[in-house]
């Protein structure tokens, strides 16, 4: 194609200009440009170096993890006692009754491993039908995960929920909390946007009472007044009042979160698929929610991450959960006195489940950003 | 007319209007947008709708394929009157096309994706048939080649093209266009333009509100022109604009066709 105009000559397109010479570079231009960003990265140093050492020295390199008694860890005050975890790792993890069963603990461990197996695929980019795993993880998994640890099918016997304890409790509840109250939040904030007045007025309602009210005080509810519905002589299970009270109240955050995603979604996109004949479940089901969920994924794992920690606060009613279970353990008079290994422990696995979740938000986020521009 | 559904083809004598809307009167709460408009659009007609910012255009044709709600008057469109029937409503929307300012494309789809989304689930078409109609109208826009790109990464005279294929798809017996082309830049308006020509040539009726005059003078039957929500004056294209009869007509064509 020769361009005919005789001033017009095209500049040939160069490669972009290397402006990075080298780590020393690097280090001088981004961590001592300027006196605040001197003083910000001594400081830095120096409080690391104050501060990692001797915790380095404590948790790791004097640490004990020998033995299956408290002797050694006494004998050796100036290391972390993790003989502690790992004697009392099955009751930390799955329960009492796990604990106390050895011949069921197959049982937590399979819930666990399975869901490991069906999450990491997730993570994993390269990995087919993610949507049907997602599907089987949400639906399916939460009917082997009551058949197996609940047990009472395939003669598997029955185990006692009020013994159920640990992280196996802090994930069943969690669980329970996030499967149920995405829908449910769904509905709620599609709920609150609809054009009818009484279905508003309930969602608004709901939706503002819930969250109106400490997890806490919802969760004393649940355990006193629940049974005050029901005749008495429905013994209703602990664990289950305290899942109905949790999903009550999560779902009015997932509402708001997902809210905030159809807000952001322009009124040419509904308008565009009536125009098309699409009738309000298809336009809300193809067009709007995929792209208000993709908005809101952020905020939806947010209250996700934030649930998961608070699922602590079920200690109130009497059940032993993770961070219950770690604080329980090392009051006991075996192992008294090592709370901060029970502690940093409980924290650990909470933080992993946590840092999980957000890590696999931002995965998603990045991958289904299809509408920006490609590069 | 009785409320005994005619057959299909009943309609298709060739005279029947495929529009009649007959003393439409709309309010925004309490203020009068539209006033007793009288208008028939035969088969295979084009229409062009021009006047000033906030003359009630947009409203007119929106109310069409019932984007908005009118209070009085009546608007049959195909031989069905629009009432709140969810169901009569989205049967009409359905052989109802229309092209937006902004394009309104679905930005989470492909291209193609958008194309057939409509046809597959309010159509019943099969996958591979809807995929089959969407490569031909994306080549008939002329972009087969960006079938599988997302709407974000065409350029706005692109994606104004596939929203007409969009719309296309759904092979409509109309196609309300509302400023198609006031979004785009200068040289992405003659694309458009050009496909609508070709739309035009090939026997679809068209309602399309635009200030390109030249559009107008070139396809249009009617120009009509509205001011304060009345239709002011219509008439064909040679006479609109060499001896308009209103001298409010007058006025607008003279600030319009200054620059
Ligand atoms: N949803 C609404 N609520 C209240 N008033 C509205 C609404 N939509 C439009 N209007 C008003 O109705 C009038 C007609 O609007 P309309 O969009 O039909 O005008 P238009 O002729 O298409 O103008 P433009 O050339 O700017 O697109 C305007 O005065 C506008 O402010
Ligand atoms: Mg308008």
């Given at each position: 194609m020769s361009e005919n105009s005789t001033n017009f000559i095209k500049i040939p397109d160069r490669e972009p200009p290397i402006n990075s010479i080298g780590w020393l570079a690097w280090i001088r231009h981004n961590l001592f440009g300027s006196t605040t960003n001197t003083i910000i990265t001594v400081l830095f140093f120096y409080f690391f170096y104050l501060y990692i050492p001797p915790f380095v020295d404590w948790a790791i390199l004097n640490a004990n993890i020998s033995g299956s008694d408290r002797s050694v860890c006494d004998a050796n005050k100036a290391g972390a006692c993790w003989t502690f975890i790992k004697v009392r790792l099955d009751q930390l993890l799955f329960g009492l009754y796990f604990a106390t069963n050895p011949e069921e603990i197959w049982r937590p461990i399979f819930v666990f491993a399975l869901f490991g197996m069906l999450v990491v695929p997730l993570v994993i980019d390269s990995t087919p039908h993610k949507k049907w795993l997602l599907m089987i993880l949400l639906t399916i998994y939460p009917v082997i995960f009551i058949a197996v640890v609940y047990g009472g099918v395939f003669g598997i016997p029955v185990s006692d929920t009020g013994q159920w304890g640990g992280l196996l409790l802090t994930f069943a509840l969690a669980f329970v909390g996030i499967v149920l109250a995405l829908p449910l939040g769904i509905l709620l904030a599609l709920g609150r946007r609809s054009e009818m007045p009484i279905v508003r007025a309930l969602s608004i309602t709901y939706i503002e009472f819930w969250r109106g009210t400490p997890l806490i005080t919802i969760l004393f509810m649940a355990s006193v007044m629940l049974p005050l519905f029901f005749p008495s002589g429905v013994e209703f299970d602990k664990v289950v009042r305290a899942m109905i009270g949790i999903t009550l109240f999560q779902s009015a955050y997932t509402a708001e979160a997902v809210r905030g995603g159809l807000q952001a979604i322009d009124k040419g996109q509904n308008e565009a698929s009536m125009a098309l004949g699409m009738g309000y479940w298809r336009r809300t089901m193809l067009i709007v929610l995929p792209q208000a969920l993709k908005i809101s994924i952020p905020s939806i794992v947010n209250t996700f991450i934030a649930l998961f920690k608070d699922t602590s606060l079920v200690s109130i009613i009497g059940l032993l959960d993770l961070l219950k279970m770690s604080q329980n353990a090392s009051r006991s008079l075996d192992w008294n006195g090592y709370d901060i290994e029970g502690y940093l422990f409980a924290g650990f696995v909470f933080w992993i489940f946590c840092f999980g979740m957000s890590s696999y938000s931002q995965k998603l986020e990045q991958k289904l950003d299809t509408d920006r521009r490609s590069e | 007319m009785t409320s005994t559904t005619a057959p299909k083809n009943s309609i298709d004598t060739d005279n029947a209007p495929i529009i009649t809307i007959d003393k439409l009167n709309k309010w925004y709460g309490k203020f009068h947008v539209l006033k007793d408009i009288d208008l028939s659009v035969n088969k295979t007609e084009k229409i062009v709708i021009c006047g000033p910012s906030g003359s009630g255009k947009s409203t007119l044709i929106r109310c069409i394929n019932r984007l908005e709600v009118h209070q009085e008057g009546s608007i049959i469109v195909d031989g069905t009157e629009l009432t709140d029937d969810v169901k009569h409503i989205n049967e009409i929307r359905s052989d109802v096309g229309m092209v937006f300012q902004h394009f309104n494309l679905f930005p989470h789809l492909t291209v193609l994706e958008n194309c057939t989304l409509a046809p597959i689930w309010v159509r019943k078409k099969s996958k591979i048939e809807a995929d089959e109609i969407g490569m031909e109208l994306l080549t008939k826009v002329r972009i087969p080649d960006q079938a599988h790109k997302y709407p974000g990464q065409l350029s706005g005279g692109q994606q104004q093209r596939v929203a007409i294929a969009r719309a296309l798809c759904m092979q409509p017996r109309v196609m309300l266009f509302d400023?198609?082309?006031?979004?785009?830049?200068p040289e992405m308006i003659k694309e458009v333009l050009e496909t609508m020509i070709e739309l035009a040539e090939s026997g679809m009726t068209m309602l399309v509100v635009t200030h390109e005059m030249g559009f107008a003078n070139k396809v249009a039957d009617r120009v009509i022109f509205m001011d304060e929500g009345q239709i002011v004056e219509q008439n064909d294209p040679g006479n609109f604009f060499n001896n308009p009869k209103s001298d409010r007509t007058k006025l607008f064509l003279s600030q319009i066709l200054e620059h």
């Open positions: - | 400023e198609p082309t006031s979004a785009l830049d």
